[in-house]
T-cell receptor, first 115, second 114 residues
């Protein structure tokens, strides 16, 4: 289909609540990436999936963050017990494969605000 | 670890001026290098890329040459337009160092005045 899509586009939540962010990659792209874009930290890489597998979760900021991918397609990034410092734009990207310098295509992002 | 350093903004130029945005990198392997652009209200888009030393990436009048000897990937355009106003990110993908995902610079906000 078209490009990478993400939902919701904006999310406002109260501190302590859980949020779930969704990413729908380009059809046929096996690699999927999550990034966070914030004023203080710039663009940070969080986690990637090759198929449904995420071999390295060390980029996730804390154990409140988790991600999963099912069917080699849609991915969800879950933040539990949100904190104000989680406020940022969460970007998803996909590419054809990981083991080559393939171009990553980015979605529009989910802007998260934790009050 | 890998890192990308690019000039701080905002950079303000007049229309038709020559543009250079500097980018240097450190990497453990043999990275591919990218410039991404984020127009106001839009998502990140790939502008150009280079996958090996001395390669030149080009698109929309922008160019960048992969210089291994100076570990640089400076972005240039001969004559900028108001529509080029955006935030530009230099990034690398280190295929040989075990890194995953892209490592980005902090971005350079470019403002072109008519």
């Amino acid at each position: 289909g078209a490009g990478v899509s993400q939902s919701p586009s904006n999310k406002v939540t109260e501190k302590g609540k859980d949020v779930e962010l969704r990413c729908d990659p380009i059809s046929g792209h096996t690699a999927l990436y999550w990034y966070r874009q914030s004023l203080g930290q710039g663009l940070e890489f969080l986690i990637y999936f090759q198929g449904n597998s995420a071999p390295d979760k060390s980029g996730l900021p804390s154990d409140r963050f988790s991600a999963e991918r099912t069917g080699g397609s849609v991915s969800t990034l879950t933040i539990q017990r949100t904190q104000q410092e989680d406020s940022a734009v969460y970007l998803c990207a996909s590419s054809l494969a990981r083991n080559s310098p393939e171009t990553q295509y980015f979605g529009p992002g989910t802007r998260l605000l934790v009050l | 670890g890998d890192s990308v350093t690019q000039m701080e903004g905002p950079v303000t130029l007049s229309e038709e001026a020559f543009l250079t945005i500097n980018c240097t990198y450190t990497a453990t392997g043999y990275p591919s290098l990218f410039w991404y652009v984020q127009y106001p209200g839009e998502g990140l888009q790939l502008l150009l890329k280079a996958t090996k030393a001395d390669d030149k990436g080009s698109n929309k009048g922008f160019e960048a040459t992969y210089r291994k000897e100076t570990t640089s990937f400076h972005l240039e355009k001969g004559s900028v337009q108001v529509s080029d106003s955006a935030v530009y990110f230099c990034a690398l993908s280190d295929s040989g160092g075990g890194a995953d995902g892209l490592t980005f610079g902090k971005g350079t906000h470019l403002i072109i005045q008519p």
